[in-house]
């Protein structure tokens, strides 16, 4: 169940002027929770949808002005780095989304409230409901001081970079063929599956990933191979 104590602090977090219970309940509302009570008509899929696009237009905006220096090409990964879904969900961290999250009691034992998809999720619906209720402006002003908090982070760290483009440029640079990937996993029911991928180069295990999706589940091996071999500091 919610933690009232923990939710209060999402609850601030709320822009001011959005005031739309039944907005805001649907945004909080996950599938599993849907299945367990019948008298719920609708889950956040379908906010979650609008909020997604929303988000990529924001950033969008936001970068072009910011960085007024960068190519297109730069601003499309920035973007992509800051509406992923790892970094969708920790912005919902930040807000304690999770604890106001209704989840079915099978998912909220199974520790939903911190899984990345279900919060990622959450949060673009959220994004929606606070522009249906509301407009653009007050999503801009909402969204802004996560960006800003973000941007100095994946700047630093070239967290815009494709991770496995750079993992195979340094493979080939070293004469070693593209790395592969096996899915070595897959878990979970079939609305909230979890996959598991490890990577190889030149037929060597170098690390292993997670991801909600095997092109997650990939790219996670990715990043942590770069670690390991010294390509990007933790």
């Not at 999250?101 to 959450?122: H, K, P, T, Y």
């Not at 994946?154 to 493979?171: F, G, P, T």
């Not at 979890?194 to 091996?221: C, M, P, R, Y």
């Amino acid at each position: 169940m919610p933690d009232p104590h923990a939710s209060a602090k999402f609850f601030d977090a709320l822009p001011k002027g959005f005031k739309n219970n039944f907005l805001l309940t649907r945004a909080l509302t996950h599938r599993s929770y849907l299945n367990e009570n019948r008298s719920v008509l609708e889950d956040n899929e379908r906010l979650e949808f609008l909020g997604d696009s929303i988000l990529g237009y924001v950033a969008a905006e936001w970068l072009y002005n910011n960085f007024p220096e960068k190519k297109e090409g730069v601003l499309t990964k920035l973007r992509s780095a800051l509406v992923h879904t790892q970094q969708l969900a920790n912005f919902a961290r930040k807000i304690n989304l999770g604890s106001a999250l209704l989840l079915g009691r099978g998912e909220d034992q199974a520790g939903g409230r911190d899984r990345s998809a279900i919060l990622c999720d959450a949060f673009e619906a959220l994004i929606a409901a606070i522009y249906l209720d509301t407009d653009i402006d007050t999503v801009k002003e909402f969204l802004y001081p996560f960006f800003e908090e973000e941007i100095h982070s994946i700047l630093a760290n070239h967290s815009e970079e494709d991770v496995k483009s750079l993992l195979q440029e340094w493979a080939q640079a070293q004469g070693f063929p593209s790395p592969v990937y096996l899915l070595t996993g897959v878990f979970g029911p079939d609305h909230e599956k979890v996959f598991t991928v490890k990577v190889l180069i030149n037929d060597e295990e170098i690390a292993e990933g997670i991801g909600g999706s095997k092109q997650l589940a990939e790219k996670s091996a990715a990043a942590a191979a770069i670690l390991k071999i010294g390509l990007k500091e933790k």
